[in-house]
């Protein structure tokens, strides 16, 4: 089984639907991120939160928001989804600890397609 | 607020040796990050650069010069399963592993 599970793998939905992506972690790490990637735009961070009291904005949240409801869980929402929100979604989790810098371990992505 | 330019597509044969460049501007900066993601699947972490000078990991090496706000991914001996897209990404201060991605770089190893 993966370490950083992602549900749906795959949605289609229409404009003005609410839409939840869901990631789940056993790696215990503290850290968990949501990214949404393009082609041509690489990953662009939504939303971070450090721990189930901490959450964060990150470059692109509007349109966007997040429920961390246990260590384990990151859920990302799209209250009314809207074509540009097209894209393939990737939850990531990273160690508390300082040799690990750098590093995040990524699901394998949702890919979400709003008509 | 932080950029990061990486070339879009860079071709090689097997066997060969290629350079990926990354360069950056940050308001803070903490270290250099390498992935790799072949189509379909999810970023791997490669490498990273917290001080100036090269990391190796066996086939693969990462280059960092802070005062030159520049990175590189060296990738040697190359065979056909190296052709995926490769990002750098920069550890600004202050966000602990909140990594900001440049476009990738789309390497294609032919025979």
């Known amino acids: 089984d993966a370490d950083v599970t992602q549900t749906p793998r795959n949605r289609i939905t229409k404009t003005g639907k609410r839409i939840m992506l869901e990631c789940s972690q056993t790696?215990?790490?503290?850290?968990m991120y949501w990214y949404r990637q393009d082609p041509g735009l690489g990953l662009r961070l939504i939303y971070y939160?450090?721990?189930?009291?901490?959450?964060n904005k990150g470059e692109i949240s509007d349109g966007y928001s997040v429920s961390r409801q246990a260590q384990a869980k990151f859920s990302l929402s799209l209250e009314s989804a809207i074509p540009n929100q097209t894209a393939l979604y990737f939850c990531?989790?990273?160690?508390?600890?300082?040799?690990?810098?750098?590093?995040?371990?990524f699901g394998e992505g949702s890919r979400l397609t709003v008509l | 607020g932080q950029s990061l330019e990486q070339p879009s597509e860079v071709t090689a044969v097997e066997g060969a040796i290629v350079q990926i460049n990354c360069t950056y501007q940050?308001?803070?900066?903490?270290?250099l990050s390498w992935y790799q993601q072949h189509d379909g699947g999810a970023p791997t972490f490669l490498s990273y650069?917290?001080?100036?000078g090269l990391e190796e990991t066996g086939r693969f090496s990462s280059f960092l010069s802070r005062s030159d706000s520049y990175g590189y991914l060296l990738l040697q001996e190359l065979q056909m399963k190296d052709s995926a897209s490769y990002f750098c990404?920069?550890?600004?201060?202050?966000?602990?592993?909140?990594?900001?991605f440049g476009a990738g770089t789309r390497l294609a190893v032919h025979p």
């Open positions: 990531a989790t990273s160690d508390r600890d300082r040799g690990r810098a750098g590093e995040l371990f």
């Open positions: 940050t308001s803070g900066f903490y270290g």
């Open positions: 990404a920069v550890r600004p201060s202050g966000g602990y592993n909140k990594l900001i």
């Open positions: 790696k215990g790490h503290d850290r």
């Open positions: 650069n917290a001080l100036d």
């Open positions: 939160s450090f721990d189930v009291k901490d959450i």
